[in-house]
């Protein structure tokens, strides 16, 4: 294939180019995705994909792995053209793609949705079990895990069911291997399990293109990256040539920092957690949250943060302890009650617990204010719509109107129109279960100023954060959990990743010891 030249990075010594992207444009309703894209992705390359939400990071990923067709230009793996080839051809190819958002049947077993479509056949063409099972299970320890080939993948967690998506990806043999924010539901454990995987993929000559937000991933992990804004490329970098400003300020042209914000002045007691229990994952947890500040909840996966803050809002029942909400005692039914007495949760699946996909933005945001929008007792389209535009435009949300559907914006911005939801009820306290999870740095920086503002208009918060420099740029203080107890407590502005860390290891090993 005859091509023009692309921007170049490094080059694994003399590797054969793998994969040519060449001026590719696509469209959505209202949305230009990508304008003249292009790269180069040779074999044993690890190329990072880069830019904010919105980019068309996920477009181009898709576009390689023929979910979508380009509407102008020209992808081509080993010379051999991609355009008109669909996800199962280009799985024929050579080309495994793990998507941000999952695409697991929750229904079937792990080994069954490992080997959807190329199941191993036993005599007659019947599906052999024994051997799909233990496929299942020999990917599975590849990536140090010991889940059962057998459990059912409703079953899972978000982050074992990440894993099972790498494995599904790594059930082929794999030339071009895409990975969309494979990290976002993993442990550290699990993500440096994976960085093996790929390296070793690496060395056997496979052509990796890396997604992620997370800029410490791509210094520690690839080779080349290439940096996408508003569906255009904005820069091709080595990346052992570049830095993390530079890389920013081609993200965003501007320079982003996280730095602590100064506490605020904190009122009354607005929550009270007291011996709160539920077994199995909670088992005595206790905390306050004041009117006016941000109290984060950190720990390993596993510890009870979320299921800690589902009892308090009514989401899983209480077996034991005390929730007080401005010095009442409260028992919930049902987060209906919750939301009643002043509370809202956004969670941390977005797609399976917090959006209607296929419905608008002003569908979704008046999801949980129906009778606002609602005097007549019929939805107002032109209320719903004016609410809805009234925080597309205080946390930015990109889109062409109001009346877009959920499921056409990029995940940063679907996180958006997640936190308005439940802002839109306009509550006493906030629940924030991982408010940045798969958000690049310019949403990022936006919601922290957002949940900031909150606070200082005396909202009281209380967040649920995997990531410890999250954590320590949010937190006035900080709750640490383990086994499903609160097992220490530190002030945010001295807290540092060290001591959050000590606490959630020293005292989940000593738990774990006892029990």
């Known amino acids: 294939m005859t091509t023009p030249d692309a921007p170049t990075g490094t080059v694994p010594g003399t590797a054969a180019l793998r994969l040519a992207v060449r001026d590719i444009d696509k469209s959505f309703p209202g949305v230009n995705a990508l304008t003249g894209v292009s790269l180069d992705v040779h074999a044993g390359e690890i190329h990072a994909l880069l830019g904010e939400n919105g980019a068309g990071k996920s477009t181009l990923g898709k576009l390689v792995g023929g979910v979508y067709s380009p509407d102008a230009g020209r992808i081509a793996l080993d010379g051999v053209e991609l355009c008109g080839i669909d996800e199962r051809g280009a799985g024929k190819l050579g080309i ?35 051997r799909m099972e233990q496929g299942a299970r020999e990917l599975l320890s590849r990536l140090g895990s010991t889940i059962d080939p057998r459990a059912i993948v409703r079953s899972l967690s978000s982050a074992q069911a990440q894993i099972v998506e790498i494995a599904k990806a790594l059930s082929r043999e794999v030339k071009l291997l895409v990975l969309d924010e494979p990290t976002a539901a993993l442990t550290q454990a699990e993500t440096a399990r994976l960085f093996e995987v790929v390296r070793t993929l690496k060395r056997n000559g496979v052509a990796i293109i890396y997604i992620s937000h997370r800029l410490a991933e791509i210094f520690e992990l690839c080779d080349n990256v290439t940096v996408l804004k508003d569906g255009r490329v904005t820069g091709h970098r080595a990346v052992a040539a570049t830095s993390a400003d530079e890389l920013i300020r081609l993200m965003v042209g ?46 390993l996966i596993g510890s009870g943060r979320s299921e800690t803050c589902e009892v308090i809002f009514g989401a899983r029942r209480r077996a034991d302890g005390a929730v007080r909400l401005d010095d009442k005692a409260v028992s919930f039914a049902g987060p209906w009650d919750a939301i009643a007495a002043g509370i809202a949760m956004m969670p941390e699946d977005r797609k399976d617990a917090g959006l209607f996909l296929e419905r608008s933005i002003a569908d979704n945001i008046s999801a949980a204010v129906l009778k606002r929008v609602s005097p007549s007792g019929i939805v107002s389209l032109k209320a719903s719509e004016a609410l809805a535009q009234r925080f597309i435009d205080r946390l930015k949300i990109s889109t062409p109107s109001s009346r877009q559907a959920v499921g056409n914006l990029s995940g940063g911005n679907q996180q958006k129109v997640l936190l308005a939801k439940w ?46 420099p999250e954590v320590l740029t949010l937190a006035d203080r900080i709750v640490v959990m383990a086994n499903g107890r609160s097992v220490g407590e530190l002030q945010g502005a001295t807290a540092t990743e060290e001591t959050v860390m000590r606490l959630a290891t020293h005292q989940a090993n000593e738990l774990r010891g006892a029990a």
């Open 254 to 299: 501007r320079q982003v920092v996280f730095a602590r914000a100064a506490s605020g002045s904190a009122g009354a007691v607005r929550l009270e957690v007291a011996h709160l229990s539920a077994p199995p994952f909670v088992a005595d947890a206790s905390f306050s949250v004041r009117a006016g500040e941000i109290v984060c909840l950190a720990g």
């Open 423 to 468: 802002l839109a009820p306009e509550p006493r306290l906030l629940i924030v279960d991982e408010p940045t999870r798969g958000v690049d740095v310019g949403a990022r920086a936006e919601i922290y100023r957002i949940l900031r503002d909150l606070r200082e208009q005396g909202l009281a918060i209380l967040v649920v954060s995997s990531d410890l």
């Open 96 to 130: 495994a793609i793990v998507h941000q958002e999952g695409s697991l049947v929750p229904t079937l077993s792990v080994a069954e949705n490992i080997f959807a479509g190329h199941a191993p056949l036993g005599w007659l063409g019947v599906v052999d079990r024994r």
